[in-house]
């Protein structure tokens, strides 16, 4: 049971690029799952989390117009698209995931308490925004 991600590298400001997330081992199907980051000497905190079935998402305020979420399922995928990339959008990148044990709110619920809800945490991708 694993996430793998990719995607990182280095960008100039204002560029964009795509994060990947596959799971294996297991099927996305009842799980919340999202992009969380960690940049150097600063907490961890969660970007974005998308819910299942019906996709419904949380944002960071500070990403909010910039960076878009998706997933899918049936390829056991997540996505995270993201724009107009500032400096401070560097960090390590993490994908992870969040079992639904019936949780409306599991979306919000896992980005902002990742500690108690996120199951399984993926290996970090470094996104670098510098010119």
């Known amino acids: 049971v694993q996430l793998q991600a990719y995607g990182g590298g280095l960008v100039q400001p204002g560029g964009s690029l795509r994060l990947s997330c596959a799971a294996s081992g297991f099927t996305l199907d009842h799980y919340a799952v999202g992009w969380f980051r960690q940049a150097p000497g600063k907490e961890r905190e969660g970007v974005m989390c998308?819910?299942?079935?019906?996709?419904?998402?949380y944002t960071l305020s500070s990403v909010k117009g910039r960076f878009t979420i998706s997933r899918d399922t049936a390829k056991g995928a997540v996505y995270l698209e993201m724009n107009s990339l500032k400096p401070e959008d560097t960090a390590v990148y993490y994908c992870a995931a969040a079992r639904d044990y019936g949780d409306y709110n599991l979306y919000h619920d896992a980005c902002q308490s990742p500690s108690r809800y996120i199951e399984i945490w993926g290996q970090g991708t470094l996104v670098t925004v510098s010119s």
């Open positions: 998308i819910g299942s079935p019906d996709g419904s998402t």
